[in-house]
């Protein structure tokens, strides 16, 4: 309960504001209201005409009491809006009465109290609209797979498999592009005409290198995957990369296991049961699984093998890893596990007690389209 010093300090107070600063009737009336309540007095409209206005010939129906404690009241209500709204305690005057209540603040309520229905009602619905506009545009949890890859705290490359080239005289005796499995890089060609003098003349680097479909493919479904968090991703052409730019942050590689692949080095390291090579997969010493070979042939018609593997990088980064000679494989296998659905699926299979995992699928693709995949194995692994 209060006391009477704490009231007479709320008077002050509310007496002392800018909100009454001019209003020296307001400010009297409640001063006079105050001292009632402290006495208890029961006060009437006539006695307040008699004692606060003076008036000693009363008038039968005399608005004057009525009209000032209104205007009061609306003081009241203004000062608790503005100056007062983070007030304690509130003063209010009851409509028929004319004793002070003092209550504690009910946080702008009296503000609310005085809106009617049709003025509440655009903010009720702008409220509505804009929680809907939260949750619709508040991501999903980020998947398991992908999570580490979107917190942020490393840079994330998208390493495209490309194949490297030379210009040169073709079989057919005039320029162009020329392909040879065993020249992957920069590296690879100045070790060629270094040894072989005579092609100095013969051979030059092109200004661009050559992908399929799948690079194209896997950079838009990424970017829409990102994109859905709020993150970015780098780009680079894998015979354009070293080993240590590898090292530097997060990798997805995606493309095909030949071509001096220098992802397979980073798969056997963390891959305790598998040995890649660029035609091979090896399982060795499984315990769910007998050994198998798998081959990846660099010619295939509509059929072949992808692995996706996520594994543990240098320096707490991580490894997604897309694997297959040819196109069809990984565009099926990255059109899965950017699948939200899917994803979900093949988490709670699979992945709810480890964080990486090898899988091994067999992708089928009429005239290498309408593609689907086989599930061969899924073998997940801690560290």
Known sequence: MLSNDKKQEILNKICSSKTFSNAPTSIALLKYLF?????????????????????????????????????????????????????????????????????????????????????????????????????????????????????????????????FGMI????????????????????????????????????????????????????????KLFGNYRNDFAIRYSSKTTIDEIKEGNCVYVGPIKNNNLFIRFFNEANKYFRLSDSSLHLINCPNYNDTVYSFPYRVSNEEYAIVSKIPGPDNTTHLLFFSNHDIGVSAT??????????????????????????????????RSDINLELVMVVPFFR
């Open 35 to 163: 001292e009632a309540t402290l006495s208890e007095t029961d006060l009437k409209e006539s006695v307040i005409e008699l004692e606060f206005f003076g008036d000693k010939k009363l008038k039968k129906d005399n608005p004057k009491v009525r009209v000032n404690v209104y205007n009061l009241r609306k003081k009241l209500a203004q000062y608790y809006e503005t100056e007062g709204a983070s007030d304690e305690y509130i003063i209010i005057i009851e409509k028929g009465q004319y004793l002070l209540q003092f209550d504690k603040s009910r946080n702008g309520n009296l503000f609310v109290q005085k809106l009617s229905f049709d003025k509440l009602l655009p903010y009720s619905v702008i409220a509505v609209l804009s929680v809907v506009i939260i949750v619709l545009t508040i991501p999903a949890a980020k998947p398991k797979i992908w999570k580490s890859f979107l917190n942020n705290k490393k840079q994330t490359t998208l390493y495209v498999g490309d194949a």
């Open 168 to 223: 040169g005289e073709t079989i057919t005796g005039n320029t162009g592009w020329t392909r040879d499995y065993n020249i992957n890089n920069t590296t690879d060609y100045y070790e060629l005409v270094e040894n072989n003098p005579q092609l100095r003349n013969k051979l030059d680097l092109p200004p661009y290198t050559y992908t399929t479909q799948m690079a194209v493919m896997a950079a838009k479904e990424m970017q």
């Open 334 to 367: 990255f059109r899965y596990f950017t699948d939200i659905e899917y994803l979900s699926d093949f988490e709670n299979k699979y992945l709810s007690d480890y964080k990486y995992f090898t899988a091994l699928y067999k992708a089928k693709g009429v005239n």
